[in-house]
Every structure is written in C-alpha cells, then in structure tokens.
Nanobody, 119 residues
Framework: QVQLMESGGGLVQPGGSLRLSCAVS????????MAWFRQAPGSEREWIAA???????YYAKSMKGRVTISRDHAKHMVFLQMNTLAPEDTAVYYC???WGIGEPRVAYWGQGTQVTVSS
C-alpha cells in the first residue's frame, strides 16, 4: 500500500522557518521524482519544488531561493526546508511522487500538512 505522510507543519511567525517531512512507503523512492505542492484557501494547488533521482532539483518561481528540497533514500524520507516565510505562504503543503522533468506528473499524493504564517 502506497503511503506518503507529511509532518512538520504548524504555526510560524513571519520571517521564520519550517522543515516539512514526508515519510514514504509502498514504493521504491529511488524510482520516482518527488515533489512538494501547496494549496492556499480559494486557490489552485501549486507546484513548489521537485527532486529527481539523479540529484537534479527544480523550483517554481514562487518560492525559489527560500526553499530546498532533499531526499533520504535510506530513511524513505523527503524534506522541504522553508525559510523567510511570509503570510502568503499559508497553505496546505502536499508531498507527491511521480514522473517527469520539473513539475512531475503525479502518481501518488500525501494527505497534506497545514502551514500557517502569522504573528
């Protein structure tokens, strides 16, 4: 059974940082592109970052320079380090597995973790 379980969301002050984690099971992490998306209230789901097995990373313009995606195959984990957060970064953040260069075509989704940026 494929599972992607995000954690690490919460309330953070503007300018703060968060590290999101995604624990994966039921598929071979090395074979997939892994990505993070987010969805703010009233908005469409937006791609943020992707990590490909060869080590290549891709970032959307919206958060480029403020986020870093990484993966640990031994621990079956994917991470998203987010810095200099702003209120407009408030959203549900989703981990995803799929294929393709850049924004991947998603095969599997996690359930999401809420990130709220507020003072």
């Amino acid at each position: 059974q494929v599972q992607l379980m995000e954690s690490g969301g919460g309330l953070v002050q503007p300018g703060g940082s968060l590290r999101l984690s995604c624990a994966v099971s039921g598929f071979t992490l090395e074979y997939y592109a892994m990505a993070w998306f987010r969805q703010a209230p009233g908005s469409e789901r937006e791609w943020i970052a992707a990590s490909h097995n060869g080590g290549t990373e891709y970032y959307a313009k919206s958060m480029k320079g403020r986020v870093t995606i990484s993966r640990d195959h031994a621990k079956h984990m994917v991470f998203l380090q987010m810095n200099t957060l702003a209120p407009e970064d408030t959203a549900v953040y989703y981990c995803a597995a799929g294929w393709g260069i850049g924004e991947p075509r998603v095969a599997y989704w996690g359930q999401g973790t809420q990130v709220t940026v507020s003072s």
